[in-house]
């Protein structure tokens, strides 16, 4: 390990660590907060003033009237303490869904959209009652919330639009998480599949966001048997027999050699191109959609090693 490497690991060791630290730390204080009988080594009457802070800040699901009038800066720290509280168990539930390790497309996805919808429910969570602690009626809120998604409706069109393609593409199984699949010329792997949009990764690893909406023809290239294709180039004063044996001798030990990328042995087509200065001949191998860039790289390594070493060489030029 270089230096550069160990200068790079230890912040981001450090930063997670620190991350921990504080959920760990806005867990107690929640649980502190709902059972202060724990805290054994406060006064009874300590702990009695954190069950009222409790009772009247959290518990309460109408308006929090301060008797005395002005501003009731205990709202703020109540609120605080609940928005800490949302962040830490979005982070948990987060870590949880990272230990559930699934070899089904299927399963993952049903995972990333499971907790898309929790980490939504969250935020709706602390927006709602972060309005009550503040001194809002939840009640009013939630019904006014109402009022206006019916009004938003008419002019969202295109968000419920994204909504329910998200829904029917989860339900019809037409791509799922890992999948690799051609949108509007775009070829990438999916990484995610939200309520509103799906994340594609091509193999230069460019992120694209698209809308579940515009996703309306696509090739799912994981459901058939990719082909890749290897165009050799061979001088025309070349002997061809000879080049052609060779090239028959690699493509045997290929899947052998690299049984990760080829599903049998590739196949070899014949002269795809001829001119003045070489011979274009194509080998062809059924591969995995995935797969289909490493193994036409280690084709091509290969014949390429085979015939220099049999001092073929690629044109008369």
């Known amino acids: 390990m270089t230096e550069k490497t160990k200068t790079v690991q230890k912040p981001q060791s450090r930063k997670s660590t620190s991350r921990i630290i504080g959920i760990l730390l806005i867990l107690l204080i929640l649980l502190a907060l709902n059972l202060p009988q724990l805290l054994f080594f406060l006064k009874p009457e300590q702990q009695e003033a954190i069950r009222l802070f409790h009772t009247t800040y959290f518990n309460q699901y109408t308006p929090i009237r301060n008797p005395e009038g002005g501003f009731d800066w205990l709202r703020l720290v109540a609120l605080l303490f609940m928005l800490a509280a949302c962040w830490a168990v979005s982070r948990v539930i987060k870590w949880l869904f990272s230990l559930i390790k699934t070899k089904n497309r299927h399963t993952e996805t049903l995972k990333g959209l499971a907790a898309n919808v929790i980490r939504y429910g969250i935020v709706i969570y602390a927006i709602i009652f972060g309005l009550n602690i503040l001194g809002a009626d939840v009640l009013t809120v939630i019904a006014g919330l109402g009022i206006l998604a019916l009004i938003i409706g008419f002019g969202a069109q295109s968000l419920i639009e ?156």
Do not use: H, W
């Open 162 to 317: 994204d909504i329910f393609s998200g829904l029917f593409i989860l339900f019809e199984g037409r791509f799922y998480v890992g999948d690799i699949i051609n949108v509007d010329d775009f070829r990438g792997e999916v990484k995610s599949i939200g309520i509103v949009s799906t994340q594609l990764a091509d193999a230069g690893g460019n992120l694209r966001v698209i809308n579940n909406s515009d996703i309306r023809v696509l090739t799912n290239l994981s459901e058939i048997t990719s082909v890749a294709v290897s165009l050799i180039s061979v001088a025309c004063s070349a002997n061809l027999d000879q080049a052609e044996e060779i090239i028959a001798g690699v493509i045997k030990i290929l899947p052998e050699k690299y049984p990760q990328y080829f599903k049998g042995e590739p196949r070899y087509v014949g002269v795809e191109e001829l001119n003045e200065t070489n011979v274009i001949l194509k080998v062809t191998a059924n591969v995995d959609e995935i797969n289909i860039y490493m193994a036409r790289r280690m084709m091509n390594r290969e014949f390429k090693k085979a015939l220099d070493a049999a001092g073929i060489k690629p044109s008369d030029l």
